[in-house]
């Protein structure tokens, strides 16, 4: 069972499946059936899947938090390597969109519930690119 050590001795427990560019699942709190999707995408990506902390197979230690999650995704991908997207699932939306948002180099797009948002080439200008206009779409 792979699991990623952090800082203060919590493990999030994460799956990588496929091969090809990589997709980031954010996963809802209340842990979605991932099975079809992953099924769908892994014949031509490399999916990575994680489970929150407190969430199953993860550490049951916290903060809870957005920052602490945040934190936890970024080390992940930073593990596993840069992804084209991150999926966004329920709550998973706001460390997909904050993690895009802070690290371009990592995450170069994010899907979530009926929309999509990306940066062209590192572009940093227009509506996708606006740090305000993402914060509004999670609030």
Known sequence: ???????????????????????????????????????????????????????????????????????DAEALIEETGPVEVAFGFGDGT???????????DLVERVVFTSSALGRESGERSGFAASTEVLYALMS
């Open 1 to 71: 069972m792979p699991s990623l050590a952090r800082p203060d001795g919590a493990q999030v427990y994460w799956e990588q499946h496929g091969e090809g560019p990589g997709v980031l699942i954010c996963n809802t709190f209340n842990l979605a059936p991932l099975d079809a999707l992953v099924e769908q995408l892994a014949p031509s990506r490399r999916v990575v899947i994680y489970e929150a902390r407190g969430l199953a197979r993860s550490s049951k230690q916290g903060p809870y938090d957005l920052a602490t999650g945040l934190e």
């Open 94 to 104: 706001h460390r997909a969109i904050r993690l895009a948002d802070s690290r371009p």
